[in-house]
């Protein structure tokens, strides 16, 4: 397996991971803390704010490093295994029945706007 093939399953798994996680806190068979600490994993990586700032060299990136890892393990711990597998089951076939059309309709439309108000700005330029 190459390289590149490692890495797109490594990343599909965990879109499927993050996803079953989601799917976990929400709901309300899982106990509380699980369901606090999956939050917090999922809320801490989609913030803009961190404990320590990106732009600091190395030391920027450790807290993404370091705290979502350890946020997720306890979240997983902290789940019922039967749930957690259920909640990833839920978010393989969400994953395998989705082509992701919908995102690529969203990025072609954004494109064309895009291009659209680029080819107005030079035309208005020009003119």
Known sequence: MSILAQW???ARQVKTETQALAGAARDPRVPWP????AAIAIGYALSPIDLIPDFIPIIGYLDDLVLIPLFILIARRLIPPDLLAEHRERARSINA???SRTAAVVVICVWVIVV????LLLWRHLR
């Open 97 to 99: 029945g989705q082509t």
């Open 8 to 10: 797109k399953a490594r």
């Open 34 to 37: 699980a369901r606090l600490f």
């Open 116 to 119: 659209l108000l680029v080819a």
